[in-house]
T-cell receptor, first 118, second 112 residues
Framework: GAVVSQHPSRVICKSGTSVKIECRSL??????MFWYRQFPKQSLMLMAT?????????EQGVEKDKFLINHASLTLSTLTVTSAHPEDSSFYIC??????????????FGEGSRLTVL | DAKTTQPPSMDCAEGRAANLPCNHS???????VYWYRQIHSQGPQYIIH???NNETNEMASLIITEDRKSSTLILPHATLRDTAVYYC?????????????FGAGTILRVKS
């Protein structure tokens, strides 16, 4: 199946710093990618929809200035957590769906990135 | 947006079939039912999806009732590695492709 890769898988940072998480579709092109956040023992919460070449669409209650999303190419989307605080510590997961003829309806997920803010 | 209801947890004996139910009584005619699972500290894994007809692949079978208000995911011979949270999701139409909204899911514990 299609592969979505996230980097880094784990990151620890100090409060007030910014952290960038990358999401890459390795063997397919993805016009649209999705970013989720998951707190311990909770389900995934959709944060935003990342669209190649245009602005991301954020879910209600998600601060667009705090969670910067850039989808500069058909295989890469990045999520930057700006001025991170301990409450931003979470498991961040991206997903992507293949574009065009390779679109089988499946949504492929990355391995997740665990952010810990000290 | 159609929502889903799943039991919070289920147990299954190793080697037996695991039948995971899902209710989606407000599903609309063009919405698909998707199943994903998440093993601890990993990203979700796609299992299967369907619209009206029953579907089968190498991982599981999906049985959708005729009125489409409920479905059942069947793992024919559960193993310990199938222990995970299973999510039943109805695809939500949006402007930029169909985003998936996750509910609480069912924790499946496969026991030896």
């Amino acid at each position: 199946g299609a592969v979505v890769s996230q980097h880094p898988s784990r990151v620890i940072c100090k409060s007030g710093t910014s952290v960038k998480i990358e999401c890459r579709s390795l063997d397919f092109q993805a016009t649209t990618m999705f970013w989720y956040r998951q707190f311990p023992k909770q389900s995934l919460m959709l944060m935003a929809t990342s669209n190649e070449g245009s602005k991301a669409t954020y879910e209600q209650g998600v601060e667009k200035d705090k969670f910067l999303i850039n989808h500069a190419s058909l295989t890469l989307s990045t999520l930057t957590v700006t001025s991170a605080h301990p409450e931003d510590s979470s498991f961040y997961i991206c997903s992507a769906r293949a574009s065009g003829a390779k679109n089988t309806g499946e949504l492929f997920f990355g391995e997740g990135s665990r952010l810990t803010v000290l | 947006d159609a929502k889903t209801t799943q039991p919070p947890s289920m147990d299954c004996a190793e080697g037996r079939a695991a039948n995971l139910p899902c209710n989606h009584s407000t599903i609309s005619g063009n919405e698909y039912v998707y199943w994903y699972r998440q093993i601890h500290s990993q990203g979700p894994q796609y299992i299967i999806h369907g619209l009206k007809n029953n579907e089968t692949n190498e991982m599981a079978s999906l049985i959708i009732t005729e009125d489409r208000k409920s479905s059942t995911l069947i793992l024919p011979h559960a193993t310990l590695r199938d222990t995970a949270v299973y999510y039943c999701i109805v695809r939500v139409p949006s402007s930029y492709g169909n985003k998936l909204v996750f509910g609480a899911g069912t924790i499946l514990r496969v026991k030896s």
